[in-house]
């Protein structure tokens, strides 16, 4: 929500991108407790975990990209077409955080009006799951399965990164993934500690004290402020918190707060919200020729929550059920095929310089 609000236009939430760090915490948290418990087991294959990322993230991803290549040809001038082209296929690729680095600033004008400019979070989450289950399967193998000190070793190389570079490679600490694995790594350390706070005093103030944390940087950071560095820690942080005082067989208030339906129901929708918003906001620039009004960006905002509802229900759930065709292998063929036909479109605006011939 605060990184829609944000991407809306909406002055308070000034901080409001440090959501995608909040879902960097969550992520790490949730893919380490199920690797762990897999590799524990003896029960872990990189087909089975791979299927099962390919199900939860690709269909509504996939569906996003199909319809902004044919809105894209109807909105966008040729050069723009071009521009989006490049980005179609380095999406599809899992590298458009690295084209994105090379071309402008995230805060930059220009990187306002880049379609699928957001996607470059969902490509340091699959870089971090191309990479991440071999290294825990390494430490397994060779250090004895303790994993607790060289997670920690890693969270701290890549903090150190992202406290340099935010100051002397800005744009890199930004986009890449080094200066990011720290924060995914704070989930990472949470479920390989095991530690819960007993105390239910303690709970509660940790927990407060998250959410506070959290709605520091949401409504106090801003677009001029050094990121990620020692500003991501108050989200980040934050997260770890809540998450850590929200375990134990007594609910926190926070947790509580969070269980109420009405928040829940946007946590089930956020993936497919977070992958419409910012197309439709950008497309719309791209069609007024001009910043766009409060009125106006509400109204897409709740476009897009109908359109991330509709996607949650009709393309994100039936895709995670293994039935019929959409067995593992029929997962893999169908998300190659999508890709290659995302990759060879955006390859056709990239190399016709954004198809003007369409243009009188």
Known sequence: IPVVLYHAGFA???????????????????????????????????????????????????????????????????????DFGQSVAATALFVSNFLFFSEAGYFAGPAELKPLLHTWSLAIEEQYYLLF??????????????????????????????????????????????????????????????????????????????????????????????????????????????????QGSRASTVSRLLSWRPVVFFGLISYSLYLWHWPLLVFAKHYVVRPLQPAEALTLVVLATVLAIGSWRFIERPFRQRSGWMDRRGVFRFSAAFMVVIIADGLVYDHTRGLPARLP
């Open 133 to 246: 289950p071999g290294y825990l399967l390494l430490i397994s193998k060779y250090a004895g399965a303790r994993y607790l000190p060289w997670v920690a070793g890693l969270f701290v190389v890549s903090f150190g990164i992202s406290v340099i570079s935010v100051y002397q490679a800005p744009d890199a600490a930004f986009y890449l993934l080094p200066s990011r694995t720290w924060e995914l790594m704070i989930g990472s350390l949470l479920a390989l500690g095991g530690w819960q706070v007993a105390h239910g005093v303690l709970r509660e103030l940790g927990a407060w004290l998250g959410l506070s944390l959290i709605l520091t940087a949401v409504f106090g950071l801003s677009a001029s402020t050094a990121f990620p560095g020692m500003a991501a820690l108050l989200p980040c942080v934050g997260t770890a918190l809540v998450i850590l005082c929200g």
């Open 12 to 82: 308070w939430f000034s901080g409001g991108f440090v959501g995608v760090d909040v879902f960097f915490v969550i992520s790490g948290y949730l893919i380490t407790s199920i690797l762990l418990n897999e590799i524990r087991a003896g029960d872990f294959s990189f087909k089975k975990f791979y299927e099962r990322r390919a199900r939860r993230l690709f269909p509504a991803v996939f569906a996003v990209r199909g319809v902004a290549c044919v809105a894209a040809v109807f909105l966008l001038m040729p050069a723009d077409l071009e």
